[in-house]
């Protein structure tokens, strides 16, 4: 009897996976085709003269819709006068490194090579091009052997955290810069300014915290991100190790990810873990922006004309051989905002602008090569308050961001600026 059931049941398997094969290849038929006519065709402009016209209209709307890493658009990369005036043309390794794009920028009428994956720099030719490479610390030779490598790969992705949501119009994602040991930094987060819940009816916060991983000397807490990963769907991992000098990469691979994965952000906050952000404040303030205005956002609190740090003791510490000049006007990396409509140029020149060890400094730089100056406002208080407003909400209820508050700090400030008894 069990010889037959299994009989019976071996060719109804048969017979069913038979009919799922066809009914598969038929509904994946007009997919494929449409997708291959999308990549085909570069433009609504360009149309083959072969195709017939009924397929040239459906072929246009799909092709409107193209994902953002299209392979047909191959952007032009440009760097502005002002920027390009602004770095000093000597023998510093980063400047050079500069000046040699922007000479393959110039002969190449903006299409420098694409330079994807990794090429780490050998010792013997960064001491062939730095000559006290030997004295740099130890921490920012490695920076240097490995400042060409743009693409580590994830390891924990959050792919439907801007899946759209009926109603809401807008997305701020607040996107935090944190390293695997940060639970409790991160817990305090969600449970106040972070929280995943929508403003106005019009907006939601959307919140992602942007890790490396852990050195070999630190405790494996490989299970314990996994778990957090699926339990709250806001961490996302990539294959670097999580380091200072590492900011900028986890910079770049993060405004990848966000020009991957949430192609239709509004606005994006970046920033520390452990900053108190004033969200009902920001909704306000994103809320009296023009659309011209809100297009170009890039703002926080403003450092202007800053130089490198040049004693070695110091974590901003900058050598001599390695960038000479000013830095521009750029957002303190505490916490800043800027507008999703900005996202693909800047993910676009950070591409090609050398990397620099120090992360905020980057981003300005890549918003200067594309011509857009940091706003200041006063709400973003990267340094602190005074000390004796630093438990005070309504000092608090006026701000946009403070740095840095713990997470007992955190949740009561929250608590606070909410309560119906504050009378400020
Ligand atoms: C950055 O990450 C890479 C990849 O894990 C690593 O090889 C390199 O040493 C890190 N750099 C610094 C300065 O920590
Ligand atoms: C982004 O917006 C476009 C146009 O409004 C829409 O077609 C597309 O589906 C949206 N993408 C996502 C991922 O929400």
């Known amino acids: 009897m069990p010889l037959r059931f299994t009989k019976t049941f071996t060719a109804m398997a048969l017979v069913s996976s038979f009919v799922l094969v066809i009914l598969y290849s038929f509904l994946n038929m007009p997919v494929t085709h449409s997708r291959r006519e999308a990549v085909e065709t570069p433009s609504v402009t360009n149309i083959s003269p072969a195709?017939?016209?009924?397929?040239?209209?459906?072929?246009?709307?799909?092709?409107?819709?193209?994902?953002?890493?299209?392979?047909?658009?191959?952007?032009?990369?440009?760097?502005?006068?002002?920027?390009?005036?602004?770095?000093?043309?000597?023998?510093?390794?980063?400047?050079?490194?500069?000046?040699?794009l922007v000479k393959e920028l110039a002969i190449t009428g903006g299409h420098p090579a694409r330079h994807t994956g990794c090429r780490p720099q050998t010792t013997e030719s960064l001491r062939m091009?730095?000559?006290?490479?030997?004295?740099?610390?130890?921490?920012?030779?490695?920076?240097?052997?490995?400042?060409?490598?743009?693409?580590?790969?994830?390891?924990?992705?959050?792919?439907?955290?801007?899946?759209?949501?009926?109603?809401?119009?807008?997305?701020?994602?607040?996107?935090?810069?944190?390293?695997?040991?940060?639970?409790?930094?991160?817990?305090?987060?969600?449970?106040?300014?972070?929280?995943?819940?929508?403003?106005?009816?019009?907006?939601?916060?959307?919140?992602?915290?942007?890790?490396?991983?852990?050195?070999?000397?630190?405790?494996?807490?490989?299970?314990?991100?996994?778990?957090?990963?699926?339990?709250?769907?806001?961490?996302?991992?990539?294959?670097?190790?999580?380091?200072?000098?590492?900011?900028?990469l986890k910079e770049h691979v993060f405004f990848k990810w966000a020009l991957y994965r949430c192609p239709n952000v509004s606005f994006i906050f970046k920033g520390d873990d452990?900053?108190?952000?004033?969200?009902?404040?920001?909704?306000?303030?994103?809320?009296?922006?023009?659309a011209d205005k809100a297009s170009k956002l890039y703002t926080g609190q403003i450092i202007s004309d800053a130089s490198p740090l040049r004693d070695v003791k110091i974590k901003y510490y900058v050598p001599e051989s390695?960038?000479?000049?000013?830095?521009?006007?750029?957002?303190?990396?505490?916490?800043?905002?800027?507008?999703g409509q900005l996202l693909k140029?800047?993910?676009?020149?950070?591409?090609?602008?050398?990397?620099?060890?120090?992360?905020?400094?980057?981003?300005?730089?890549?918003?200067?090569a594309l011509g857009i100056a940091p706003e200041k406002h006063i709400g973003f208080q990267t340094f602190d308050i005074r000390e004796q407003d630093r438990e005070n909400a309504c000092v608090h209820k006026g701000l946009l961001l403070v740095h840095?508050?713990?997470p007992q700090q955190t949740k009561r400030l929250w608590r606070n600026i909410h309560s119906p008894l504050l009378t400020c």
């Open 404 to 406: 840095r508050r713990n």
């Open 322 to 339: 390695f960038y000479e000049g000013p830095y521009p006007s750029y957002a303190g990396g505490g916490g800043f905002l800027f507008s």
């Open 345 to 368: 140029s800047v993910y676009l020149i950070s591409q090609y602008i050398p990397f620099f060890p120090i992360d905020d400094v980057y981003t300005g730089m890549c918003f200067k």
């Open 129 to 248: 091009n730095i000559q006290d490479f030997n004295s740099y610390p130890e921490l920012y030779q490695e920076f240097l052997a490995g400042m060409d490598c743009r693409s580590p790969p994830i390891i924990i992705d959050q792919p439907d955290k801007c899946a759209p949501v009926s109603g809401t119009k807008q997305i701020l994602l607040f996107a935090l810069k944190s390293t695997p040991g940060h639970f409790e930094r991160r817990q305090a987060v969600r449970e106040t300014w972070g929280k995943e819940e929508v403003y106005g009816e019009s907006l939601i916060v959307k919140t992602v915290f942007l890790l490396g991983q852990t050195s070999g000397d630190d405790p494996n807490l490989d299970k314990l991100l996994t778990f957090e990963a699926q339990e709250f769907k806001d961490l996302l991992l990539w294959d670097f190790q999580d380091s200072f000098y590492n900011l900028t």
């Open 274 to 290: 452990d900053v108190f952000a004033n969200t009902p404040a920001i909704f306000n303030y994103l809320q009296s922006l023009d």
């Open 51 to 100: 195709r017939a016209p009924t397929t040239a209209t459906t072929s246009e709307k799909r092709s409107s819709t193209q994902p953002v890493f299209s392979t047909t658009a191959v952007p032009l990369v440009t760097i502005s006068e002002a920027f390009i005036k602004n770095i000093p043309k000597n023998s510093a390794f980063w400047n050079r490194k500069f000046h040699s």
